[in-house]
C-alpha cells in the first residue's frame, strides 16, 4: 500500500519569504500523480500544485514550485514571497495513474504566515 | 469549472439518530466518488468509493453497515451515518472526478457532523 508522510507538522515563515514543505512517499509503481493540497480555515480542499512522475520537470504554479525527486521518492512545495493568505494546512497526497483516482494524503502541515 | 455541491455543510443531531450526507457534482457525471472523515487536526481518510449503479467498496475498518452509501445517479452520491453516535462527530468530505478524464479531482464543501 502507498504511504505519505510529512514529518513537518507546523511550519511557519515571515510574510514575503520563501519556505518549503516537505513530503516523502512510499510506492512500488513507476507512474503516478502527487499532489499539494491546501486547506484554509473554510476548510475547502484546494488544489495547489500537481506532478506526473514520468515528467521530470519540476511543476510551477505562480509563487508555489515542488522539487521532486523520484529516486528518493521526495516531493518538497516551496512557497515564494509568502503572503498572509497561504496561511493554512496544506496535504501532500498520492494517486495512481490506473484504476480507482483515490487519493492518499499525507498527515498535513499547518503552515503559519508571520506579519 | 466543475463543481461538487455538498449538503448539509453542519448538522448536529442526537445520539441514535440517522443523517444523510448529499454530494452531487453540479455540471458533470461521476460514476465515482470519494468519501473521506476528518478528524480535529488530522488528515482525511477515505472511508468508501462509491459507485454509480453498483456496491460501494469501503476501506479496511470502515463499518459498512453504519455507513451507508447510495450512488443512485451519474451526479449524486449519498452518505448516511446509520445510529450515530458521539464517536461519529467528524467533519466529512465527498469527491469526484470527472467521468473520461483523468484531471483532478473536485471536492465538496464538506459537513461538519456533531452527534450529541
Known amino acids: 500500500a502507498q504511504t505519505v508522510t510529512q514529518s513537518q507538522p507546523e511550519m511557519s515563515v515571515q510574510e514575503a519569504e520563501t519556505v518549503t514543505l516537505s513530503c516523502t512517499y512510499d510506492?512500488?509503481?513507476?507512474?503516478?500523480?502527487l499532489f499539494w493540497y491546501k486547506q484554509p480555515p473554510s476548510r475547502q480542499m484546494i488544489l495547489v500544485i500537481r506532478?506526473?512522475?514520468?515528467?521530470?520537470q519540476n511543476a510551477t504554479e505562480n509563487r508555489f514550485s515542488v522539487n521532486f525527486q523520484k529516486a528518493a521518492k521526495s516531493f518538497s512545495l516551496k512557497i515564494s514571497d509568502s503572503q498572509l493568505g497561504d496561511a493554512a494546512m496544506y496535504f501532500c497526497?498520492?494517486?495512481?495513474?490506473?484504476?480507482?483516482?483515490?487519493?492518499?494524503f499525507g498527515q498535513g502541515t499547518r503552515l503559519t504566515i508571520n506579519p | 469549472g466543475a463543481v461538487v455541491s455538498q449538503h448539509p455543510s453542519r448538522v448536529i443531531c442526537k445520539s441514535g439518530t440517522s443523517v444523510k450526507i448529499e454530494c452531487r457534482s453540479l455540471?458533470?457525471?461521476?460514476?465515482?466518488m470519494f468519501w473521506y472523515r476528518q478528524f480535529p487536526k488530522q488528515s482525511l481518510m477515505l472511508m468508501a468509493t462509491?459507485?454509480?449503479?453498483?456496491?460501494?467498496?469501503?476501506e479496511q475498518g470502515v463499518e459498512k453497515d453504519k455507513f451507508l452509501i447510495n450512488h443512485a445517479s451519474l451526479t449524486l452520491s449519498t452518505l448516511t451515518v446509520t445510529s450515530a453516535h458521539p464517536e461519529d462527530s467528524s467533519f466529512y468530505i465527498c469527491?469526484?472526478?470527472?467521468?473520461?478524464?483523468?484531471?483532478?479531482?473536485?471536492f465538496g464543501s464538506g459537513t461538519q457532523l456533531s452527534v450529541l
Open positions: 469527491s469526484a472526478p470527472r467521468d473520461g478524464t483523468n484531471e483532478k479531482l473536485f
Open positions: 510506492t512500488s509503481e513507476s507512474d503516478y500523480y
Open positions: 506532478q506526473e512522475a514520468y515528467k521530470q
Open positions: 497526497a498520492y494517486r495512481r495513474i490506473m484504476g480507482a483516482q483515490k487519493l492518499v
Open positions: 455540471d458533470f457525471q461521476a460514476t465515482t
Open positions: 462509491s459507485n454509480e449503479g453498483s456496491k460501494a467498496t469501503y
